[in-house]
């Protein structure tokens, strides 16, 4: 009797931990990017545009939307009849990616965009906010182009100068602030890695960000353009 009633508490401990441990296994693999899932997005997406008289599953976005974020894929067209659910990193499956589509008008193609990115610049500029409320200039500190500007990360409560990781190459990218107040991330160091990684052909005024997105599941969130400079190098492209 005592061995059953042993044998019985191993296996509620196993069974408890077992549930403790699945939901942070879970939400691990909804924060990882796989290029199957991306795949299978790219199947439905391209089965029901063949059905559908040529168009897109995607959620309707103004037109002042950035433009990779304009066209974010709706799964309620394509699921359960192209897939049988979204995917399980798919912000509507309780993941960190929103998936949407790019190059829409010639060759419609599914990438990732990184919410965890997009949240942390809301944060920070929530905080550029609250400091314009209270001070007559937005935090600016070096000027790097007409309308672009280091950020003193300092005067918005920060010790060190925040940062946001690369989908792109893993990089700590710095930021940025517009004119206007706004942070963006300056994703030039990406750009240069790429530039000089994969053959291109650019001219000055070209916007270059499609490098990053033809030679990589993500999209740029929160980017301003980017143009190259007589050096090939990346800069900001200043409309």
């Known amino acids: ?11 509620s401990t196993i069974f408890l931990l077992s549930g403790c441990l699945y939901p942070e296994e879970r939400l691990k693999q909804n924060e990882i990017p796989y290029k199957d ?8 997406v391209d089965q029901y545009q063949k059905e559908s008289n040529g168009l897109l599953p995607i959620k309707t976005r103004d037109m002042e939307t950035p433009i990779y974020q304009k066209y974010p894929i709706d799964f309620k067209k394509i699921s359960p009849k192209y897939m049988a659910e979204p995917p399980g ?12 589509l790019v190059d829409v008008e010639t060759n419609p193609t599914v990438k990732l965009l990184d919410l965890k990115i997009t949240e942390e610049i809301r944060d920070l500029n929530l905080r550029v906010d609250i400091y ?5 200039y937005p935090p600016f500190k070096d000027k790097i182009d007409t309308s672009v500007f280091t950020l003193d990360y300092k005067k918005l409560g920060y010790k060190e100068e925040p940062f946001v990781v690369s989908p792109f190459t893993g ?14 991330i300056d ?5 240069y890695e790429y530039l000089n990684k994969y053959e ?10 499609d490098i990053l997105v033809n030679n990589s599941m993500f999209v740029p969130t929160n980017s301003l353009s980017y143009t190259i400079d007589n050096n090939n190098e990346p800069i900001f492209l200043i409309k």
Request: glycine share 6%; no cysteine.
């Open 1 to 11: 009797m005592k061995l059953t009633i042993k044998f019985l508490i191993i296996i």
């Open 37 to 44: 899932q991306l795949a299978t997005v790219q199947s439905a």
């Open 187 to 191: 994703y030039r160091m990406d750009l």
């Open 89 to 100: 990193n798919a912000y509507e499956s309780g993941g960190v990616y929103i998936y949407v």
């Open 200 to 209: 291109s052909k650019y001219n000055k005024g070209d916007d270059i960000r």
């Open 171 to 184: 990089k700590n990218l710095p930021l940025v602030i517009s004119n206007t107040g706004e942070i963006f």
């Open 132 to 136: 314009k409320s209270s001070n007559e």
